[in-house]
């Protein structure tokens, strides 16, 4: 190095030269090589030279050293269109949108690169509008967009009418498929909107395919939920005599673990292993989760353990795990431990840790959760807000999910359906009602949950009249079929009104097998409103199906002591004593510091129950000696 840089004081100071020297900096990476080389250029006056200039610049931006290449354009005499574009990429890497906006603003001339720059750079930090009114002007001033350009539209996607559009314009454009970066993105964009189909007429018309475009067609499928057709085109793809990269063992195990197909699994993890691409984050992860879904948790903590590093993929990969296997304290030692290793968290993983929460984790640790949310500049994303709903109602805190979600600007259905059935949960029944008839103004088209939350609400609230409206009026109105959990909250809500009678034609015309659920349900309230005869009835339905079960026994045995048919109660406890032979105890249980207690009707089942029943004795025999006993 210090050889090329004596040569610089002598005859060595030609153009050709000083790009050797630049040519040997950026073989190095360093950042202090760059540095002296660009002082010699600074001590000689060179710096002022537009080509070097423009390659100093365009080491400082790919180092990240965004100040000193700042000034490195400032020193450029003669700044060209090259000099702005590579200052313009530095500031987009760097993070600094708003310095870029400023500076693009500023710019004399703007070629494509410039305009494909600022609308990359718009995408990235998900200004997607901003992306697309940018696209707009840039067709107004003239400017042809180029393939890269229609790259980054594909990826602003969010509908399938949106994506037709933008393929259109493509073709508008006079551009053929024969750039497979381009064809690569049609696929995947067509895959992110669930247009499978138009994914494989993508993948016909092309003139050249590579393991890109299969990858971007595997996932296609996968997002789709066609994992079967994955497969198959995964077997396709070898037949073509491609080797699969990392993305494509990613997606198969991630097929894999839709199918909840370990085998397959695990020949895609054995053949990682055999070429080395199991140390690959992205890989790991996806194999985290499909032993995790393939219900082998220690699989997944045995292979996170082996990981040399960690990162935000793997990482969220096992709290995902965690989460999904009530194993909320282990999710929640895993996040602090990814923050003390300086790892950024994503939205997907603070969602998962605040799902993971449960009465044995204390209401008071979700809300330190979701004071990082600011912090992480995550208040903005739907899903996470939807989550913290769903917290904030699990544990009884209606009024602080409400306002989270009245804060959400950007609401979909999911943020609907999530306060409403946690209002509706929490006995706020009217302004389910109210929220219902607001996501309908609003124009929204509510599914399946939806209208559960509804009918639950007429429920919990005895709105019958209402309820049997919107029940009748599912199919016609909203183009919703009635699932299960629909005839259960109508019979539930028709039986406490007393109205047996059309409850239980509701059930026998109903297009599902009856479930026990639903005939219990049915025999519950027959105790209050109904006669002998439905009793009886109901209670014998229960009985076939499940004969050792003492609850319709129990009934019966209270109806005919109500009825003073003594010879009918004598038989039936006779026959509950020889037909039903489990025994239920009832229990409770509460969370507290991080521990789950269970209290049963016999026994205290948990680590010092002694000394809580020693304590309680010596209360008692102090109220006994005050005489309040």
């Given at each position: 190095?210090?050889?090329?840089?004596?040569?610089?004081?002598?005859?060595?100071?030609?153009?050709?030269?000083?790009?050797?020297l630049?040519?040997?900096?950026?073989?190095?990476?360093?950042?202090?090589?760059?540095?002296?080389?660009?002082?010699?250029?600074?001590?000689?006056?060179?710096?002022?030279?537009?080509?070097?200039g423009?390659?100093?610049?365009?080491?400082?931006?790919?180092?990240?050293?965004?100040?000193?290449?700042?000034?490195?354009?400032?020193?450029?005499?003669?700044?060209?269109?090259?000099?702005?574009?590579?200052?313009?990429?530095?500031?987009?890497?760097?993070?600094?949108?708003?310095?870029?906006?400023?500076?693009?603003?500023?710019?004399?001339v703007?070629?494509?690169?410039?305009?494909?720059?600022?609308?990359?750079?718009?995408?990235?930090?998900?200004?997607?509008?901003?992306?697309?009114e940018?696209?707009?002007?840039?067709?107004?001033?003239?400017?042809?967009?180029?393939?890269?350009?229609?790259?980054?539209?594909?990826?602003?996607?969010?509908?399938?009418?949106?994506?037709?559009?933008?393929h259109?314009?493509?073709?508008?454009?006079?551009?053929?498929?024969?750039?497979?970066?381009?064809?690569?993105?049609?696929?995947?964009?067509?895959?992110?909107?669930g247009?499978?189909?138009y994914?494989?007429?993508?993948?016909?018309?092309?003139?050249?395919?590579?393991?890109?475009?299969?990858?971007?067609?595997?996932?296609?499928?996968?997002?789709?939920?066609?994992?079967?057709?994955?497969?198959?085109?995964?077997?396709?793809?070898?037949?073509?005599?491609?080797?699969?990269?990392?993305?494509?063992?990613?997606?198969?195990?991630?097929?894999?673990?839709?199918?909840?197909?370990?085998?397959?699994?695990?020949?895609?993890?054995?053949?990682?292993?055999?070429?080395?691409?199991?140390?690959n984050?992205?890989?790991?992860?996806?194999?985290?989760?499909?032993?995790?879904?393939?219900?082998?948790?220690?699989?997944?903590?045995?292979?996170?353990?082996?990981?040399?590093?960690?990162?935000?993929?793997?990482?969220?990969?096992?709290?995902?795990?965690?989460?999904?296997?009530?194993?909320?304290?282990?999710?929640?030692?895993?996040?602090?431990?990814?923050?003390?290793?300086?790892?950024?968290?994503?939205?997907?993983?603070?969602?998962?840790l605040?799902?993971?929460?449960?009465?044995?984790?204390?209401?008071?640790?979700?809300?330190?959760?979701?004071?990082?949310?600011?912090?992480?500049?995550?208040?903005?994303?739907?899903?996470?807000?939807?989550?913290?709903?769903?917290?904030?109602?699990?544990?009884?805190?209606?009024?602080?999910?409400?306002?989270?979600?009245?804060?959400?600007?950007?609401?979909?259905?999911?943020?609907?359906?999530?306060?409403?059935?946690?209002?509706?949960?929490?006995?706020?029944?009217?302004?389910?009602?109210?929220?219902f008839?607001?996501?309908?103004?609003?124009g929204?088209?509510?599914?399946?949950?939806t209208?559960?939350?509804?009918?639950?609400?007429?429920?919990?609230?005895?709105f019958?009249?209402?309820?049997?409206?919107?029940?009748?009026?599912?199919?016609?109105?909203?183009?919703?079929?009635?699932?299960?959990?629909?005839y259960?909250?109508?019979?539930?809500?028709?039986?406490?009104a007393?109205?047996?009678?059309?409850?239980?034609?509701?059930?026998?015309?109903?297009?599902?097998?009856?479930?026990?659920?639903?005939?219990?349900?049915?025999?519950?309230v027959?105790?209050?409103?109904?006669?002998?005869?439905?009793?009886?009835?109901?209670?014998?339905?229960?009985?076939?199906?499940?004969?050792?079960?003492?609850?319709?026994?129990?009934?019966?045995?209270?109806?005919?002591?109500?009825?003073?048919?003594?010879?009918s109660?004598?038989?039936?406890?006779?026959?509950?004593?020889?037909?039903?032979?489990?025994?239920f105890?009832?229990?409770?249980?509460?969370?507290?510091?991080?521990h789950?207690y269970?209290?049963?009707s016999?026994?205290?089942?948990?680590?010092?129950?002694?000394?809580?029943?020693?304590?309680?004795?010596?209360?008692?025999?102090?109220?006994?000696?005050?005489?309040?006993?």
């Amino acid at each position: 190095m210090y050889t090329f840089l004596k040569q610089t004081q002598g005859p060595y100071t030609s153009l050709s030269y000083c790009s050797t020297l630049l040519d040997h900096c950026l073989s190095q990476k360093s950042v202090n090589f760059v540095k002296i080389v660009h002082a010699h250029f600074l001590k000689l006056g060179l710096n002022t030279y537009t080509y070097l200039g423009n390659r100093c610049l365009d080491l400082y931006s790919d180092l990240g050293h965004i100040n000193d290449a700042l000034k490195v354009f400032d020193d450029i005499s003669h700044k060209n269109s090259t000099s702005w574009n590579i200052c313009l990429k530095g500031l987009l890497k760097s993070g600094q949108l708003g310095n870029a906006c400023q500076l693009y603003d500023g710019m004399p001339v703007r070629d494509v690169v410039s305009w494909n720059s600022m609308i990359s750079g718009y995408a990235s930090n998900g200004f997607s509008s901003d992306a697309l009114e940018l696209f707009v002007e840039m067709q107004g001033a003239g400017m042809r967009p180029s393939s890269f350009t229609f790259s980054i539209l594909t990826s602003l996607v969010s509908s399938p009418c949106h994506a037709k559009q933008v393929h259109g314009r493509i073709i508008r454009s006079g551009m053929d498929l024969s750039n497979v970066v381009l064809g690569n993105s049609l696929i995947a964009m067509y895959g992110k909107v669930g247009l499978v189909d138009y994914s494989f007429s993508v993948i016909l018309t092309m003139k050249k395919i590579d393991i890109i475009s299969w990858n971007s067609l595997m996932w296609a499928c996968h997002r789709a939920g066609h994992h079967e057709l994955a497969l198959a085109h995964f077997y396709k793809m070898r037949d073509a005599e491609l080797l699969p990269d990392q993305f494509t063992c990613s997606t198969l195990m991630s097929v894999c673990s839709n199918l909840r197909d370990l085998d397959k699994g695990k020949q895609v993890f054995a053949f990682c292993f055999k070429v080395g691409f199991v140390y690959n984050s992205i890989v790991s992860s996806a194999a985290i989760d499909l032993f995790s879904k393939c219900n082998r948790l220690e699989d997944s903590v045995r292979l996170f353990t082996e990981q040399d590093r960690w990162d935000t993929a793997l990482c969220t990969s096992m709290i995902s795990s965690y989460a999904t296997h009530d194993l909320g304290e282990d999710a929640l030692h895993l996040f602090v431990l990814t923050l003390r290793e300086n790892i950024r968290p994503t939205e997907y993983m603070v969602s998962c840790l605040l799902s993971s929460f449960s009465i044995f984790l204390p209401v008071e640790v979700g809300i330190q959760i979701h004071a990082l949310v600011p912090k992480l500049g995550f208040e903005s994303d739907a899903v996470l807000a939807s989550t913290l709903v769903h917290m904030y109602a699990k544990f009884g805190i209606i009024d602080d999910a409400l306002h989270i979600f009245n804060e959400t600007k950007i609401k979909d259905l999911v943020s609907w359906n999530t306060i409403m059935m946690g209002l509706a949960y929490n006995g706020k029944v009217s302004v389910t009602l109210d929220l219902f008839k607001e996501l309908i103004r609003e124009g929204m088209a509510p599914d399946r949950i939806t209208l559960a939350a509804v009918l639950l609400a007429c429920n919990y609230g005895s709105f019958v009249d209402e309820g049997i409206k919107i029940f009748f009026s599912m199919e016609t109105e909203f183009g919703v079929k009635p699932g299960e959990e629909h005839y259960t909250y109508v019979v539930e809500m028709l039986s406490k009104a007393g109205m047996l009678k059309e409850a239980i034609d509701i059930v026998e015309t109903m297009p599902y097998t009856i479930t026990l659920d639903m005939w219990r349900l049915i025999l519950s309230v027959c105790v209050i409103h109904g006669d002998l005869q439905v009793i009886e009835t109901v209670a014998k339905e229960i009985m076939e199906r499940e004969p050792q079960a003492p609850f319709p026994y129990l009934v019966l045995a209270q109806a005919y002591q109500m009825m003073e048919r003594w010879e009918s109660l004598v038989r039936v406890r006779k026959d509950m004593e020889q037909k039903c032979t489990k025994e239920f105890i009832g229990c409770s249980w509460f969370g507290m510091k991080n521990h789950g207690y269970t209290f049963q009707s016999n026994q205290l089942q948990h680590y010092g129950g002694k000394d809580l029943y020693l304590l309680l004795n010596l209360l008692v025999w102090e109220m006994e000696t005050e005489g309040y006993v």
